[in-house]
């Protein structure tokens, strides 16, 4: 009968690593977009991410997923769904970015 009791690989450290400083960046930049979401709200219209009349409900939202999914992260409940949800996030996020800059 196989062992499935395996001691943790290098990989394994570095992934957990990751995850907990990533759950950490999202919880804080959660907590203090929830404390000025107007800011927040200002910097989603600049950055031309979202419109004006979208952007009333989705930055309450933007803001839960980004404190849920930072807290799923660094616990480990869910953590599959919560890794690829904040890529999705942080990668729409950074091409957003990428794509405003050259115009």
Known sequence: MPDYRQEKQPESYALYAACMAIGIVFMVSGWSHLQNPMHFYTDLIQYQIL???????????L?????????????????????????????????NIRFNARS
Do not use: N, P, Q
Request: net charge positive; aromatic share 16%.
């Open 51 to 61: 419109d004006y009349t979208s952007g009333s409900v989705a930055k309450r939202f």
């Open 63 to 95: 803001i839960l997923l980004e404190i849920v999914c930072g807290v799923a992260l660094v616990s480990g409940f869910a953590r599959w769904y919560a890794a690829w949800i904040s890529a999705g996030m942080l990668l729409l996020f950074c091409s």
